[in-house]
């Protein structure tokens, strides 16, 4: 992730936004919402999350929701990302158990079936 000066929707600043508005008291790093209906929160407003993670499906569904509202032509899910990780840090030559303690895999049989997968690097050497 990249800082872009001066754009409204830079991530950097999108992601320092989010972290200073964390309930204090709850150590998770992905927090429930407060109630944005019921309360208008704004930029003066302390915390905008509730001293809760979010259940789970919600943070399941949370990249399958956020692919469809921009439109993307893939619908991405959290399992892409925990796969993309995983052919990422063994194409960096990670050993099997510190890949594992990276994206919670248990076995060294998940994390190789996901080495086979073709990596960016694989899909060059093809085509030339």
């Not at 508005?21 to 919402?33: E, H, I, M, S, T």
């Not at 509730?50 to 919600?58: F, I, K």
Request: proline share 5%; charged share 20%.
């Amino acid at each position: 992730m990249s800082e872009m000066l001066a754009n409204p929707h830079c991530p950097v600043v999108a992601v320092k936004t989010y972290l200073t508005k964390q309930n204090k008291q709850c150590q998770a790093l992905w927090q429930k919402p407060k109630n944005h209906k019921a309360m208008k929160l704004g930029p003066a407003e302390d915390v905008w999350y509730c001293n809760a993670m979010p259940g789970m499906h919600r943070l399941e569904n949370l990249l399958c929701e956020m692919s469809k509202k921009a439109g993307l032509v893939t619908i991405y899910t959290s399992h892409c990302l925990r796969a993309n990780s995983v052919t990422f840090l063994k194409a960096s030559r990670l050993e099997n158990v510190r890949a594992k303690s990276v994206t919670g895999h248990k076995s060294n049989s998940a994390i190789e079936s996901f080495h086979k997968c073709p990596t960016l690097s694989n899909v060059r050497l093809a085509k030339e």
